[in-house]
Structures are given as C-alpha cells and as structure tokens.
C-alpha cells in the first residue's frame, strides 16, 4: 500500500512539472525579461500557497461541483489557445507586429485549468502523505517556481540559439497545446471506457505464433526479391532502348 501510495505521489509531482513546463514555454518563446518571468513563477508560489490553505476549508461537495465544470473550462481553453496561436503567428508573419506580451497569458498565467490541477495535487498529497496543507503548499510552490524558472530560461536560450525565439514559435507552442487539450477530451473518456468493458481471457499458443511469424517473414521476402528482380528487368529494358536510339 505504501508503494502505491509512494508511485501516486511522484505521479501529482510530475504532473505539476509538466503544468511548469507549459508555463516556462509560454514564458520562454514570449518577449519576457527575466524579472518577468520570476514574477510570474511568484505568482504560482502564491497561488500554490493560497490551494493549499483552502485544501482544508471547501467542502468536499464543493470541490466535486468544481471537478464538474473540468470538461467546460479544458475545451475553453482549448479554444482561446488556439485561436490566440494562430493570432499570434499570423500577426507576426503577416504584419511584423509582436503580441506575444499579450497571448502569452492564456499559455503561462495560472489557467481555471492549472488552479483545479493544482487545488488536486495539494489534496491527494495532503491525504497520501500525512504533511500538513502549509507544507504541501510550500512543497508544490517551491516546485513551480524551480520549474516556471528553469524550464522558461533553458526555453529562451535554446531557442536563441536555434533562432527560433519568436513570436510565431510561441504561437506554435499555443496552438499544439490547444490540440492536445482537444484530444485529451476525447481520448481520456474513451480509455476510461474501454477499461471498464471486460476482455475476455485466451491463451496463446506460442508455437502457432512463431510459425506465423516465420511464414510472414518468408512472404514479405519473397515480395521484396521479386520486386528487385522486377525493377532491375525494367532498368536494364530501359538502357537497351537508350543504346539502341
């Protein structure tokens, strides 16, 4: 039970790591100096810190009303982040004007998504862990900030030295973001509900599996030596016609 319990927190703890590095993205293609982008990871340092005291405090009927509207808030974002990507890149491209400073936001500032992600992750670890909600709070904060800081410089450096830091590359980074929101909507319900249909069990006979193997592999070769012989007849055609024009 500890190992479980040991493999769900590393899973909320990389789940926040990667809530980092969609921010440090957004932050890191954007025209941002670096007391900005510290700004930034403040705010996500804080807003953990508030989570985490509330972690304690709503009800949990509440918090299922919240978890609720989860479907609404993704494809909203969704939306505006692939909107606002193609606005970005197309204002860019088009017409030389930045708005990275601007569209940003939607890709870095903490999200209704990001917040409900984030209210989770302190409340599985409070009850996986035994920690006090402060602690926590620290916890997850401290690894935003690490994160939102880390990823957002090594973003902005290696995409300086590719050239590549700009706004129509932030605009890329939106719209590919917006897409997977969009999939995620559809493909989560459907493992959910593939997981939830009973397989029926069969056992495989391994000799039958291998003797299939071996007389595929024999095709496949066979295809593949008739189809040389075939191409080299017709090049060799094709240079008798050439040396006798």
Not at 22 to 41: D, Q, S
Not at 72 to 78: E, K, Y
Request: include cysteine.
């Amino acid at each position: 039970m500890a190992e479980i319990s040991n493999v769900m927190a590393l899973g909320v703890l990389v789940g926040i790591a990667i809530l980092a590095l969609k921010t440090g993205l957004g932050c890191g293609f954007a025209n941002l100096k670096r007391r900005e982008i510290i700004y930034v990871a403040f705010i996500y340092l804080a807003a953990s810190l508030i989570l985490s005291y509330l972690v304690g405090v709503i009800p949990l009927d509440i918090t299922q009303n919240i978890l609720a509207t989860g479907v609404t808030m993704h494809v909203i974002i969704a939306i505006g982040l692939v909107y606002f990507g193609i606005k970005t890149k197309k204002e860019w491209i088009s017409q030389g004007k930045d708005v990275s400073r601007k569209t940003f936001l939607l890709l870095s500032i903490p999200c209704p998504a990001c917040l409900t992600a984030t209210f989770l992750a302190c409340l599985m670890l409070s009850q996986l862990s035994g920690i006090s909600h402060l602690w926590i709070g620290i916890l997850v904060g401290v690894i935003f900030f690490i994160g939102v800081c880390g990823f957002s410089f090594a973003v902005s450096y290696v995409a300086a030295l590719f050239t590549i830091k700009n706004p129509s590359s932030l605009g890329t980074a939106m719209i590919l973001f917006g897409l997977f929101y969009l999939l995620s909507l559809l493909i989560i319900p459907a493992y959910i509900q593939a997981e939830s249909i009973p397989v029926p069990q069969s056992t495989v006979n391994s000799h039958e599996v291998m003797l299939s193997l071996v007389v595929m592999s024999l095709l496949m070769g066979i295809g593949v030596l008739v189809d040389r012989a075939r191409r080299r007849s017709v090049k060799e055609g094709e240079k008798w016609i050439f040396l006798q024009g």
